[in-house]
Nanobody, 127 residues
Framework: QVQLVESGGGLVQTGGSLRLSCLAS????????MNWFRQAPGKEREFVAG????????LYADSVKGRFTISRDNLKNTVFLQMNDLISDDTAVYYC????????????????????WGQGTQVTVSS
């Protein structure tokens, strides 16, 4: 079955950087668009960034545009999220995610269209 395992979260000061990784197994990785979502305490899960299977196209939430970069290494079945200039509003659990069917090959911005979730990794930004 599909497994997504995130790593790289932690505690960082405002203005700092973190790089999240998500290792995928149980799927033909290059055929899946991959997405990052996050969920802060008391808030709904929200889209952060997505990248097509070929890696040529990506999409970002307005709140992270210009600060976060999504990338992937299809030889290593891994998708990354480079997060720079972190602010307190970025504090959340970050999830790697992928869809199936018509949502397998497209960037998915709505969590209810996601079929596969990782366990999440905590990112805490302190001021």
């Amino acid at each position: 079955q599909v497994q997504l395992v995130e790593s790289g979260g932690g505690l960082v000061q405002t203005g700092g950087s973190l790089r999240l990784s998500c290792l995928a197994s149980g799927l033909t990785f290059s055929r899946y668009a991959m997405n990052w979502f996050r969920q802060a305490p008391g808030k709904e899960r929200e889209f952060v960034a997505g990248i097509m299977g070929s890696g040529t196209n990506s999409l970002y939430a307005d709140s992270v545009k210009g600060r976060f970069t999504i990338s992937r290494d299809n030889l290593k079945n891994t998708v990354f999220l480079q997060m720079n200039d972190l602010i307190s509003d970025d504090t959340a659990v970050y999830y790697c995610a992928a869809g199936e069917g018509i949502y397998r090959t497209t960037i998915v911005r709505r969590p209810n269209f996601i079929d596969h979730w990782g366990q999440g990794t905590q990112v805490t930004v302190s001021s």
